[in-house]
């Protein structure tokens, strides 16, 4: 009786261990489900983040070409109505200019009374009232009709009106007429109200003059001991060399190119990434520096045969290009071409806009004078001559700035490239240590290995089983030894019940480590294949950085190369043997 | 070295670079665009192993020093920085002309800040030495010609 008693204690124990384990088992299966729910979540989270990460770069990339083609679309639209609002308030300037040479070349053949040149001259001073060019003419017809009174009292109201254009006018005028000693009096009167500081930008048509034939043997003279005289005068004073050379890198630095679109990997591994495409691009600065002069002084300049054609295009220049009132609207016009011509990038445009200021100035140094002709021809309303000149005069100070400019290109160059894949950080020099990079990623890798491995481990509710399946087989036995033959098998059955769960999940234990492992090693070869492209890239910037850096040298033969006394010409051989002696 | 120009009254108007230029009084204004061979003969000597003892290192500064002081500049540099040819692992080497020390480095060893800006250009093969002032840097080419960095 008190065997059977103790056998129904012993199973009902045995039964409340085996409710136990079952319910352990749900849990670990609950806490597995749980689990395996979390790994995921974690994984959707993972690729969530990436792919919000790339929308936010595409979105990006979307809004910044949207802004851009939005300012392309603006510029083109505004420049259209600047260039209208030019033609509306200053297009009857056209008229007149047309009609300054066109009085010349009347004169020149013969072909018009002088009464008509009168009437036309009289219209134009009736139509555009304080234009200094009109009275000018006025003066001019006065002058062919001998009329001294009229012509006298039309130079001093064009006189009035813009003092240094009109003694311009007419030095390029009386040149024309090949009346030199008058034509060297106006020069001088010219050059006696400039300030080599603060010049008036027709001091352009000077330049011009000198390079082109515009000046006879006399006013080249003068104008020779005059720009040596503000040259000796600018360089004397403090900080002008200083001035110079920044002047000078600043437009020698406005033909850096953008940075290279190439090197993918490095742009997207390397945490030098944007130090590395400035320095290329400031090694790539070379070959157009070397473009650009070789540019300015590739091929023959023709130079018309005919005194007058020359004088001409240089009168033409100067009653067009250098209207003071027209300057806020030429500038607001070369900003939006400008942001028209990199296709709506309004920081580049401002960039490059910023490097040209000084050709809208109203009143710029002498030696920016040089620089605009320079390096911004076309805005500055320079010739091709004058541009040579301008270059062939600022040499040394080119060579200087450039030798500036080279040597800050070559500062802060990387001695090592740091790399960082799938966090792991490394460095290389020149890309070329390939075998040992790979190995050291190897070893890193293999530490992931092990640590991926050794992080799957049995769940507490298997060794639960393990231990409680134990116990109530244990408890089996002794019960069917006992004589409760029923609940002994039973509680036999539960307890292997639960060691095999316990060995299954064993089982599974190696599965799952295969997988992280494998993961891993899935993460190693594309992190190699990643570490080979980035060395690759590294060995190609180096080289791309040596063959552009090494066009330093053969820009800087050429600049130095530069004399200026080749590139001021004349119609008069006789005034080239006094430049050249 | 004046830098007037003689623009069209002829004459030789390039600069003058050739080592062993003119020494003479510094321009208005300005650096002396050239240094001596001597200048930079002597900074190699430090790779030479011909500086067995302090005396001669302190030697070699004062020539150094002397050297510079001769040129007429406005304020003599605070150090130098020149690529070190005792082979790897030394890339560059510093003199420091105030504490009078020189200092060989490695790859990737950092330098002093006012030192470490000049390291790229040390190395460069087209600059000899690098004059290290208070307030800029002076890269000296080959040729002699002095260069604001």
Redesign the interface.
């Known amino acids: 009786m008190a065997g059977e008693a103790s056998g129904a204690q012993v199973a009902q124990v045995a039964r409340a261990v085996a409710d136990v384990a079952g319910a352990v088992r749900t849990i670990d299966l609950k806490l597995r489900e749980v689990g395996g729910s979390v790994e995921q979540l974690q994984a959707h989270q993972l690729t969530l983040d990436q792919r919000l990460a790339q929308l936010a770069t595409d979105f990006n990339a979307f809004v910044q070409a949207d802004r851009m083609q939005k300012a392309l679309q603006l510029a083109e639209t505004r420049v259209v109505k600047v260039r209208q609002e030019l033609d509306t308030r200053y297009g009857h300037y056209r008229d007149v200019r047309r009609r300054a040479t066109g009085i010349l070349q009347a004169m020149d053949s013969a072909l018009v009374t002088h009464d008509s040149i009168q009437a036309t001259t009289e219209d134009v001073m009736v139509g555009t009232p304080g234009y200094w060019l009109a009275p000018a003419l006025v003066a001019l017809a006065g002058w062919v009709r001998d009329d001294r009174a009229l012509a006298e009292r039309a130079v001093v109201e064009a006189m009035r009106r813009d003092t240094h254009k009109t003694a311009l006018f007419f030095a390029l005028v009386l040149r024309r007429y090949r009346r030199e000693q008058a034509s060297a009096i106006w020069v001088k009167r010219y050059f006696s109200q400039q300030d080599p500081t603060a010049l008036d930008r027709e001091c352009m048509v000077v330049l011009d003059a000198v390079t082109n034939g515009g000046f006879g043997p006399v006013a080249q003279a003068l104008t020779?001991v005059q720009?040596?005289g503000w040259?000796?005068q600018l360089?004397?004073?403090?900080?002008?060399?200083?001035e110079q050379?920044e002047r000078w890198q600043t437009a020698l630095l406005n033909l850096t190119p953008p940075s290279s679109k190439r090197f993918t990997y490095l742009r997207k591994h390397s945490s030098a990434w944007p130090q590395l495409a400035d320095r290329l691009a400031r090694a790539e600065l070379h070959d157009r520096v070397r473009s650009h002069f070789h540019d300015v002084f590739d091929g023959e300049i023709p130079m018309s045969p005919r005194l007058a054609e020359q004088v001409d295009a240089i009168l033409e220049n100067l009653v067009t290009n250098f209207d003071d009132e027209e300057l806020p609207l030429r500038k607001q016009e070369r900003e939006l071409q400008l942001i028209i011509d990199h296709h709506g990038d309004r920081d580049e445009a401002a960039t490059r806009f910023a490097a040209e200021i000084e050709v809208f100035e109203e009143n710029v140094s002498f030696a920016a004078l040089l620089t605009n002709a320079a390096m911004h021809r076309e805005q500055a309303g320079a010739s091709r001559a004058t541009q040579r000149f301008a270059v062939a005069?600022s040499?040394?100070w080119i060579?200087?700035a450039y030798?500036?400019v080279?040597?800050?290109g070559?500062?802060?160059?990387p001695?090592?490239v740091p790399l960082t894949i799938d966090d792991w950080s490394v460095?290389t020099?020149g890309g070329e240590d390939e075998q040992r990079l790979l190995d050291a990623q190897t070893v890193v890798y293999e530490g992931r290995v092990e640590a991926a491995r050794a992080a799957v481990k049995l769940s507490t509710g298997a060794w639960v089983a393990l231990v409680a399946g134990a116990a109530v087989a244990l408890l089996g036995l002794i019960t069917a030894a006992g004589g409760s033959g029923g609940g002994g098998v039973f509680m036999l059955l539960l307890g292997m019940a639960g060691v095999g769960y316990w060995l299954l999940e064993r089982k599974n234990l190696d599965k799952r480590r295969d997988a992280a492992e494998a993961a891993v090693r899935q993460a190693h070869a594309t992190g190699a294949a990643i570490l080979r492209a980035c060395l690759a890239e590294v060995v190609d910037w180096r080289r791309a950085w040596a063959e552009a850096d090494a066009q330093?040298?053969p820009a800087r033969v050429e600049l130095?190369?530069i004399?200026?006394?080749q590139h001021?010409r004349s119609h008069d051989t006789d005034a080239r043997g006094v430049?050249?002696? | 070295m004046h830098m007037e120009r003689r623009l069209l009254l002829g004459g030789d108007q390039r600069l003058s670079t050739t080592t062993g230029a003119t020494r003479g009084p510094a321009p208005p204004g300005g650096m002396s665009r050239t240094r001596t061979r001597r200048c930079t003969d002597l900074v190699t000597q430090l790779d030479s192993g011909t500086l067995t003892d302090a005396g001669a290192l302190q030697r070699l500064l004062n020539e150094i020093r002397e050297e510079l002081g001769e040129l007429g500049l406005p304020a003599l540099p605070v150090g130098l920085v020149a690529e070190c040819f005792l082979g790897p692992p030394f890339r560059v080497h510093t003199i420091d002309l105030v504490g009078e020390i020189v200092h060989h480095y490695q790859t990737g060893e950092t330098m002093p800040p006012s030192f470490e800006r000049a390291r790229s250009l040390a190395l460069h093969p087209a600059y000899v030495v690098i004059e290290v002032y208070a307030d800029r840097m002076v890269a000296i080419r080959s040729d002699g010609t002095a260069v604001d960095v």
Do not use: K, Y
Request: net charge negative; hydrophobic share 45%.
């Open positions: 020779r720009l040596n040259i000796t360089s004397g004073q403090a900080g002008f060399v200083a050379r005069l040499h040394e060579v200087e030798d500036s080279v040597a800050s070559r500062q802060g160059m001695e090592v460095t020099e330093a040298e130095a190369a004399a200026p006394d001021a430049m050249i002696a």
